[in-house]
């Protein structure tokens, strides 16, 4: 009888370099027709970025039908305007150059509509100040802190910083953004108690400001943990992100959501120091390190891995002795958080049949690409 090879196990691995980011095509594809799936029409999506940076990934969401983003960085903003992106969403306050350079991309742009925060009214004028000295307008999202304690300004004190930005030149409020990442309960039923009960002074303030400013602004809302909860709301935009490549924080704390994994980090033993250790090429420069030593990579092929050591270019484990690990063994793991692995890495990877066939750029994780 053949032997089944797992999913992610690739036939040709002796020509990847380790420690390495793997993508796995098909699943990205899969991740992204089941996010579409889950919601009435693709309009309403509008996914952060900042999970994959890269042009690639965007042209694939982009065939799929998704044609609104958000992101956090300049370079992020950038990158989507040279892939085509129309709609492209800064989800961050431009304070000191930023402002600038986001005119400046604007200019560059000028067929994209771009838009960002603003939760003061002295950063909103001088981002108005920005752009009214080139003549321009940029669309703002009045950042509301619903309970993260980040940014934003609490709901009840959001209609005031309206009516002060409404008489800005060069700046127009069309929207409110109210990120909610905190809410990670793995009860389904309390993480949407808390959602709705922080969404309700969300709703309230666009009720309030519509009614006596004779708008209708628009709403931004949530990231991936509460996406299953805000995509059953038909008048707001959703801003899932780590969907595109999931991770193991994610599979285990949202069990209602059926995402693949579809990034994964490739390592190599590369020394035997002790009977029943092992040292493997993982990195803090090569795997997202914030979180407890037993929390940052899981292995499919190697689960009985005891994490002991960690440091900037090697990742020590403990064996169970069952095993008999021999030095230039692969290890193909699951990063517990898959965001921040991304951005240590400035090429993925691109896996597909179980072969690697291509490379992919994760242009963004730069601070600067051009502007």
Same mark, same amino acid.
């Given at each position: *009888? ?24 098909? @699943?990205? %594809? ?29 042209? #694939? ?13 300049? /370079?992020?903003?950038? *990158? ?14 431009? #304070?000191?150059? %930023? ?30 100040? +920005? ?8 669309? +703002?999202? &009045? ?6 304690? @980040? ?22 409020? &069309? ?15 309390? @993480?949407? %108690? ?25 709403? +931004? ?22 969907? #595109? ?14 995402? $693949? ?10 020394? $035997? ?23 940052? +990579?899981?292995?499919?092929? /190697? ?49 597909? $049949? ?10 963004? @994780?730069?601070? $600067?690409?051009? &502007?």
């Amino acid at each position: *009888m053949k032997a089944v090879t797992e999913w992610y196990v690739i036939r040709n691995v002796e020509e990847i370099d380790s420690p390495a980011l793997l993508i796995y095509k098909d @699943r990205v %594809k899969n991740n992204i027709d089941t996010l579409i799936k889950t919601i009435d029409h693709a309009g309403r999506l509008r996914p952060h970025i900042k999970t994959h940076k890269s042009a690639e990934i965007t042209q #694939v969401m982009m065939q799929a039908g998704i044609k609104k983003f958000k992101c956090a960085t300049i /370079a992020e903003a950038e *990158m989507l305007a040279n892939t085509g992106a129309p709609d492209i969403l800064l989800a961050y306050q431009p #304070v000191g150059p %930023k402002a600038a350079r986001l005119a400046e991309l604007a200019e560059s742009f000028s067929k994209v509509k771009f838009s960002c925060l603003i939760d003061n009214f002295s950063s909103a004028s001088h981002l108005a100040n +920005v752009f009214s000295t080139i003549h321009s307008n940029i669309a +703002v999202y &009045i950042d509301l802190n619903v309970g993260m304690n @980040r940014t934003g300004i609490v709901p009840e004190s959001a209609s005031a910083l309206f009516e002060q930005c409404h008489a800005l030149k060069g700046l127009t409020v &069309i929207g409110l953004h109210a990120y909610d990442g905190h809410l990670r309960d793995a009860d389904y039923e309390v @993480r949407k %108690k808390r959602c709705d009960d922080a969404f309700a002074r969300v709703q309230k303030l666009k009720t309030d400001i519509d009614q006596k400013f004779k708008t209708d602004l628009l709403i +931004v809302a949530g990231g991936t943990p509460t996406y299953s909860i805000h995509c059953k709301r038909k008048e707001i935009e959703c801003s899932p992100g780590t969907f #595109v490549y999931w991770d193991k924080g994610y599979d285990a704390g949202l069990p209602e959501q059926q995402y $693949k994994f579809a990034a994964l980090v490739l390592s190599r033993v590369i020394s $035997k120091p002790s009977e029943n250790m092992i040292c493997v090429d993982l990195g803090h420069k090569a795997i997202a390190s914030e979180n407890p030593l037993n929390n940052r +990579v899981y292995f499919l092929n /190697a689960g009985e891995l005891e994490p002991v050591g960690h440091s900037e270019e090697h990742m020590v484990f403990k064996t169970d002795g069952k095993k008999n690990y021999h030095v230039g063994d692969v290890l193909y793991g699951v990063p517990h958080h898959i965001c921040p692995t991304v951005a240590l890495h400035d090429q993925a990877y691109v896996i597909e $049949k179980q072969h690697f066939t291509d490379y992919w750029y994760n242009i963004s @994780r730069n601070r $600067k690409i051009t &502007i």
